[in-house]
């Protein structure tokens, strides 16, 4: 059984579009970032990056979960370790 879910991309219905305020801005990169991280899309993307934009995006990723997360919530929401 998978332990990544994908269901919000699946199920919103709201606008897709950012500036308008917050509670859009958020959903649409919560829909931006998982249609990005769909294995199809992700594998012809990753192909097409430079060496560069390889590190700037685990770098940025890697950024904002040590600033946003502490270790035990990095373990347990990102990693799904619950033994750790």
């Known amino acids: 059984m998978p332990i990544h879910t994908h269901e919000f991309v ?3 219905k709201g606008l897709v579009g950012y ?19 769909d294995d199809e899309t992700l594998r012809a993307l990753i192909k097409r990056m430079d ?14 979960l040590k600033r946003h997360f502490s270790e035990e919530e990095y373990h347990a929401v990102f990693l799904k370790d619950e033994h750790h």
């Open 10 to 12: 699946e199920t919103y």
């Open 19 to 37: 500036g308008l305020d917050r509670e859009t801005d958020e959903n649409t990169l919560m829909v931006y970032f998982q249609m990005v991280s």
């Open 51 to 64: 060496d560069d934009e390889l590190e700037m995006a685990f770098n940025f990723i890697g950024g904002l």
